[in-house]
DNA sequence: TTGTAAGCGTTATCAT
DNA sequence: ATGATAACGCTTACAA
């Protein structure tokens, strides 16, 4: 195991102050380009590594971003994080991601360790049993800013970015109304979450609008998986009058309905049409292909990191709000 | 924008010596119990968080692990990185993830990157375009240890965790033949990725061993997306003589063979059988649901964070090389 | 059991 | 344009 090479060890060899040996390496201008030169060729010639610990140490950040989310097998995380990681990277940030499996005790101790690393900044998606965004306050104490995306608290008053699951859910309900569907159910989970709350509102509000009755029947919360799916459609088809449509809140959800559809002996679309949400990978291989909401992950990843990085280096936090419009994928199951 | 307090300030308020606040706040058992609880009161109360920039800086050591993938949509890397990170978590280490998108010089730039940080220990899938794994050797000059799993070097002579591709694959085709097939078709992808040149050589011994012949205009390597199985399968179907089976090694594959298939008018698996691997979640949204090797990836997490923590902490870098048995999960695709 | 002193590698500030 | 000095918060070796 070889010595590490430090900038004392560059300014020795050299005969000259570390001091400079950092300023010329950090290309700071006040160098002469003549020293410049042979510093930064002794520097590689001597296998230099800069030790970002002492570095960040020293200016008492570290350049990571904190990525927080529920969970992160989802396809639409792991795309978001994929995305969002590669347009950090490119600014010269790392990215270190934690998963609170839902749990606002977890959630807590991220925070905290986040705060320990002295991160730049902090994005998250926040758990279920978050009610507020109150714990993430302790960010702000110590200067560290932060953006939510996607599950945001309910209270939120500091920059996020959405999908527009309002009007996402409206136009889903508007298709499905439009091709002549009436009783159109809607699959969601038990817990209150931001996202598939504001998908419900959309739901609701564009039967309203069709003078179509919202019926309790018709709404199942099972979960958020394919097998939640299933069962919930099964229980839609122990009524006596069975929906012509279902609107799912995930794309899992909605296959697993149609599973349950297809076994029934009911045709998709024909007796009854499926929606989903969030344009996953499943969809494609599903048989028939599945309509879908689609958010742009990329482009949500993006401004979740412009927001962000417009807080980083800016003396006061801010309060911006995005709301990415939603645009139905329409493929065979509608 | 609260000021931080140090161990400095808890000392201070005590009237005692930060070291001896340094020592009770890490357990150290020479402090006396009185006075440990006196300042562990103080510290909680004074909101003291410990600076874990100093901390990893002087002990020239970050509590982190490197995970270095090529990409991390695929389903297997997401989930695999997702267990990975709850089992570090639990031993109490942070993980930061990279991606080289499959490229030899991001990787190299990452090396360097997981260097500067001092990361305590490195987990790798290797990109596409590395060869062999020279420039991983710089973690070792360094004193950084690491274990590659799933897509390793050629010439790999550290440890390391691997399914057994070449098993999966001769079972599966081995499965296909004793249901009759004849004609098994193999599709892969032209980059040389060792994970995918093992599964190539169970296929063709399995063969072998069943007398029957490796042709070549059965093997077509167009890539490892949904839209390269379907193209893939395309070519087969021009053949003068179609292929009665197909063992693709990626599940998207699979699917968008089996999607190429129906379009043609073919039933699966009646005319033609399809295999896929990975167990991705989309096999079962698939019509008929897809039959797939499938590899624990949460036992494969785990075995990779053994491996490397017996490393950590330890004097010598050691080689150990583990392979976990691969599974059929059969189900109406073949 | 506790205190003292030194130092990790870097950068900011001030002086030359 | 470059050098000298100090400091960031923590831990370790040694002394008391």
Redesign the pocket.
Known sequence: MKK?I???DI?QEL????????????EI????K???DKIWRKAHEMG????R???D????RSNTIGVLVPEFQFHFFSKFISDFSKEATKSGFSVMVFQSDGKLKIEKEIIESLISYRVSGVIASISKEAVNGEHFELLENVGIRYVFFDRVPEDVRVSHVLLDNYQGAYDAVSLLIRKGRKRIAFLSTPDKISVFNDRFKGYTKALEDNNLPVKDELIVREGLLMEDGFSATQKLLKLSERPDAILAVRDEVSIGAIKCLKKAGLRVPEDVSVIGFDNDPSGIASEPELTTVNQSISKMAATTFELLLKQIGSKTFSFEKRVLKAEIVVRGSS
Do not use: C, D, Q, W
Request: no cysteine; proline share 3%.
């Open positions: 590490t430090t900038i004392k300014a005969g000259i102050h570390h001091t400079t040996v950092s300023r010329a390496l950090r201008k006040s160098v002469k003549e020293t410049r230099y590594r800069p030790n610990l002492a570095r140490f020293r200016n008492n």
